[in-house]
């Protein structure tokens, strides 16, 4: 029997492919959208438009932005994630605490702090730098968790072998945790091609800066919508790339390796060194930000606390996440199901239909939505339903890959024999697959739920009259330059995205061997 298909003659064997499939062209909705504003461009019109210099500037900034902050972002989270995991780091817990701490920095609130601090930043080294400090920890939390399921006895036979530690690192460790290292690599890609709060914070034009500041001023759809579509075809490659690198091998082991912790690489004189280095660099990715926040909240002339305003948008931001984040995980169950149980083209293809959306500004998803809602379904318009759709659609990649590199490493044959002991296919997902299945169920709502929580634009567009959120709070007075006045507002976000840090830190150090 195959596994992700139902008995034969049950009325549920394609349930699992529908469902799917219904999400895949939900996530397609906006595609269709940038598709059908463009097509009101003629080709002369369009071609025009795109030989700007000014495009090829945008271009040029998105392009380098993409491979400097990938770049970045992995160095940060793969030397983060070994030297926590693999050496005797003193206090190596806290350590991984405040490696995770960035999670909670939402990366608008970074882009203000920092250029609260100091305009230097405000130039292509300085985006790098800041985005990367933003977005390392989608590549550290996933490689530290495989670096955990791996197998030590692979690196002590490498050693026996006479291979040095750098070469253990290079040809048996990394090899191993690269899909890890991929799946966050490929988050940190599209969020990139997505940001936008802090990018305009840090006056670095991009394409979806442009995007956005096309709607605003002169409202030119169709023109924006062009540039969307730029962004679809960098969003394409950039999946291409990683289904390229990953390649089409399973990972999935009946056994867990040795239930031993793997053997740490001693410092010894480099023990100073490493940890003054780390104290830097998260003095960096989570003490400027801390600290300018404090300054700012004592010492800003704008600073007051409307508790009046505050509350209110703490909690619609706390419900908006939390309903969101669960069903983005439900939403990405069947989706990952048919792409590592089934492993046809279609279900491949479902997948990576629902990763291309997310490389697109909130404005343009939201716009799509609205246009749908206005003409098809005008009750849903400015209601929660449609924003929730929104946040969906946005940020399911981070449920796949959370759910994905779970099931990945849950053998097919286990469900073979429950099915083989009498067991229906529910039961066997209920008291078999589900049990394994729950940290990274957990792991999705929480990053998905931490990304909704930030979000600006879409919220800006479909939240229902008088709905508030701490992001659009924030924004609202950074944008004024008011930053005595944004500095609470970024402070409960801050507060409010710690429980999901902590959940995200602690599931990836408990995966069990």
């Known amino acids: ?34 598709l059908w504003s463009t097509a009101s461009l003629g080709p002369a019109e369009a071609y025009d438009f795109l030989v700007r210099p000014r495009i090829g500037e945008l271009l040029w900034n998105t392009g380098r932005l993409l ?10 989270g793969v030397c983060g994630a070994w030297v926590v995991e693999r050496t005797s780091l003193p206090l190596s817990g806290w350590w991984h605490g405040a490696l995770c701490a960035p999670l909670a920095i939402p990366a608008f609130v970074n882009g203000y702090a920092w250029v609260a601090t100091t305009h230097a930043v405000q130039s292509y080294l300085g985006a790098v730098l800041v985005v990367s400090l ?34 253990v690192f290079l040809r048996v460790v990394l090899p191993t945790v690269a899909p890890a290292v991929l799946g966050g690599a490929l988050l940190v890609g599209l969020h990139l091609l997505a940001e936008y709060g802090a990018l305009q914070l840090l006056n670095y034009p991009t394409l979806t800066t442009a995007i956005l500041q096309q709607y605003g001023t002169a409202f030119n759809g169709p023109a924006a919508t062009l540039l969307a579509g730029v962004l679809l075809l960098a969003c394409l490659g950039l999946l291409a790339l990683e289904m390229l ?3 089409p091998a399973r990972r999935a082991r009946v056994g867990s390796g040795t239930a031993r912790p793997a053997t740490r690489l001693r410092l010894g004189r480099g023990t100073v060194p490493v940890v003054v280095a780390l104290g830097f ?14 300054r700012w909240l004592v010492r800003g002339a704008s600073a007051e606390l409307d508790l009046s305003r505050l509350l209110p948008a703490a909690g619609t931001s706390v419900a908006l996440a939390a309903v969101a984040g669960l069903v983005a995980t439900a939403a990405a169950v069947p989706v990952v199901w048919q792409a590592v149980r089934r492993r046809t083209s279609w279900s491949l293809g479902v997948e990576r239909v629902a990763y291309v959306t997310s490389a697109l500004p909130g404005v343009v998803v939201a716009l799509a ?21 929104a946040y969906v659609i946005l940020f399911l990649p981070r449920a796949l890959v959370a759910v994905r590199g779970v099931l990945e490493l849950v053998p097919p044959r286990l469900e073979e024999v429950a099915l083989s002991l009498g067991l229906s296919r529910a039961g066997a997902m209920r008291r078999v697959t589900l049990p394994l299945l729950l940290p990274g169920l957990a792991t999705a709502t929480a990053m998905v739920a931490l990304a909704v929580s930030t979000e600006l634009t879409a919220t800006l567009l479909l939240a229902p009259i008088g709905t508030t959120t701490l992001a659009t709070e924030f924004w609202s007075e950074a944008s004024s330059v008011a930053y005595g006045a944004a500095a609470p507002y970024a402070l409960a976000l801050v507060l409010l995205a710690m429980p999901a840090t902590i959940l995200l830190g602690r599931s990836s150090r408990g995966v069990a061997r």
């Open 134 to 167: 933003s977005y390392y920890p989608l590549v550290y939390l996933p490689t530290v968790a495989a670096l955990r399921r791996l197998d030590p006895s692979l690196e002590e036979v490498a050693a026996v072998l006479g291979r040095r530690p750098r070469e």
């Open 67 to 76: 491979v400097g902050g990938v770049a970045l972002s992995v160095v940060f």
């Open 369 to 389: 939505l609205v246009t749908v809602a206005i003409g098809w379904l005008p009750g849903l318009y400015q209601t929660v339903p449609l924003l929730v759709a």
């Open 245 to 247: 690198i990953r390649g």
């Open 1 to 34: 029997m195959h596994l992700g298909t139902f008995p034969a003659g049950s009325s549920g064997r394609w349930l699992m492919p529908a469902v799917a499939g219904a999400i895949a062209a939900a996530c397609l909705l906006p595609v269709g959208y940038v």
């Open 281 to 294: 660099f998260v003095a960096l990715a989570v003490g400027l930000p801390a600290a300018s926040l404090v």
